[in-house]
């Protein structure tokens, strides 16, 4: 099975249960080849959720969701030592996040010291409780939300734990063609809660899913390409509106997601114009905007935009 017809099978199956969103489709899928985790930001009600339960159920992976609170712990997350006085030793009770999928919704609810449990699991795939390590299931991906307008009572991620998110996607409000079948379908009896009545399938295994992130990793990037990622990532360091530009690890996640991207397209190379596409999912959590440019009501997206254009695209 090849990587665009996996992924064709794949949106098929997210179709029937979400409605339009073709583009965020796009860029989850990205991440998934790429094995990356994702940062969704949309208001409520768009979906998040949904289609992040779907990915799961079509890639036959466990699927895991917490609820990120105030009073959450880090125990909470990742698990901890419990006694058993039955054999006078203590047993480890695992966490939701061993799990491959795993939704962390609202996360910016939580205070840093929970959210930075997730900080090893994301960069190393393994959580430490009580000085042991253990390995989380592979692939293990975090599918984190937050929404953009209420920030009070939040914990804004810090810029290190936003650097371990591949991407940040924005998710709009659907079409009005798209919001109209919505209303259909849930008129029709359509019922998010069950995937199996709405006839979601599973069409790619978790081996199967390795393989094709395998196949990812070998497609062909020319020197240009390579050239062309590091000016991009260089000019976000130069630009006048950008406090913090972004680090070499964005352009790590750049490449990658730009291969994967190739593949999803039926390419076996990588092309300037995938680079350029993602380059805002990638970038727009990764960089600092100057005070003086938010006086202006300059946005993250803007300046970038800005900085791309000034970009020859080699060809």
């Not at 371990?164 to 359509?190: C, N, T, W």
């Not at 380059?279 to 009501?297: I, K, S, T, W």
């Amino acid at each position: 099975m090849s990587v665009e017809s996996a992924a064709q099978s794949i949106r098929h199956e997210i179709r029937k249960a979400i409605s339009g969103q073709d583009g965020t489709i796009e860029q989850v899928l990205v991440a998934v080849l790429a094995n990356g985790h994702v940062l969704l930001e949309g208001v409520p009600g768009v979906a998040k959720t949904l289609l992040v339960r779907t990915l799961a159920k079509t890639l036959s992976l466990p699927y895991g969701r917490i609820q990120f609170t105030p009073d959450l712990m880090p125990t909470d997350v990742v698990g901890t030592n419990v006694f058993n006085p039955r054999n006078n030793d203590f047993e480890l009770r695992t966490g939701p996040i061993f799990t491959s999928i795993l939704l962390a919704d609202e996360i910016n609810r939580t205070p840093p010291k929970t959210q930075s449990a997730l900080l090893e699991a994301m960069e190393e795939r393994q959580v430490t409780i009580d000085s042991a390590s253990h390995a989380l299931p592979a692939p293990f991906l975090v599918f984190a939300t937050q929404n953009p307008l209420e920030y009070e009572g939040t914990y804004p991620l810090p810029e290190a734990q936003q650097d371990r998110f591949l991407m940040k996607i924005l998710v709009d409000y659907p079409s009005q063609q798209a919001e109209i079948d919505v209303l259909r379908r849930h008129h029709s009896g359509f019922r998010p809660q069950s995937l199996d009545e709405a006839g979601v399938e599973s069409v790619v295994s978790a081996d199967e899913l390795r393989d094709l992130q395998k196949e990812v990793q070998v497609t062909t990037v020319e020197d240009k390409v390579f050239d062309y990622i590091y000016e991009v990532v260089q000019a976000t360091r130069k630009s006048g509106d950008i406090q913090v530009g972004a680090s070499p690890r964005a352009g790590i996640a750049l490449l990658n997601s730009s291969k994967a991207l190739a593949r999803l397209r039926g390419r076996e190379f990588v092309i300037p114009d995938d680079v350029k596409e993602l380059a805002l999912p990638v970038l727009r959590h990764r960089v600092l905007l100057r005070p003086e440019a938010e006086v202006e009501g300059l946005s993250v997206d803007r300046v970038l935009t800005s900085v791309l254009d000034a970009q020859i695209v080699p060809r």
